[in-house]
């Protein structure tokens, strides 16, 4: 937790290497201080086949997903980092976009909340 996740047209791996564009949002995740930071989780996905509004040409859009706790304003503020760096970070695209949701932490399990040495449910145990 949390996780962000990125679709985006294949054309933008030709701007910037998908390493670079992982490594820019993960980087404007952890500045926001809101995660532990082994926590942070990035993956691309990037598409070949996908139709856009006319003369537009790529886009590249963040799925966030994280557990339910912050205030609006922060979760804006995560949003707006995201999209301010990889804005930078590819000037010339057509649509960007971030947008950022929450997992409800009652229905929330992982491997280190079912360890039967947490006992005190830390979904954090082991990192």
């Not at 790529?58 to 503020?77: P, S």
């Amino acid at each position: 937790m949390p996780h962000f996740i990125i679709d985006c047209s294949q054309d933008i791996l030709l701007q910037r290497a998908p390493d670079e564009i992982m490594d820019a949002l993960y980087e404007a995740a952890r500045s926001t201080g809101l995660f532990v930071e082994n926590d942070i989780k990035v993956r691309l996905q990037p598409y070949s086949y996908f139709r856009l509004g006319n003369g537009k040409k790529n886009f590249l859009h963040v799925f966030g997903y994280i557990m339910e706790g912050r205030d609006t304003e922060q979760k804006a503020h995560l949003s707006n980092q995201i999209c301010t760096c990889l804005t930078a970070l590819l000037p010339d695209i057509s649509f960007l976009s971030v947008n950022i949701d929450e997992f409800a932490a009652a229905t929330y399990s992982n491997k280190a909340l079912i360890d039967p040495q947490n006992e005190n449910k830390d979904r954090h145990f082991g990192l």
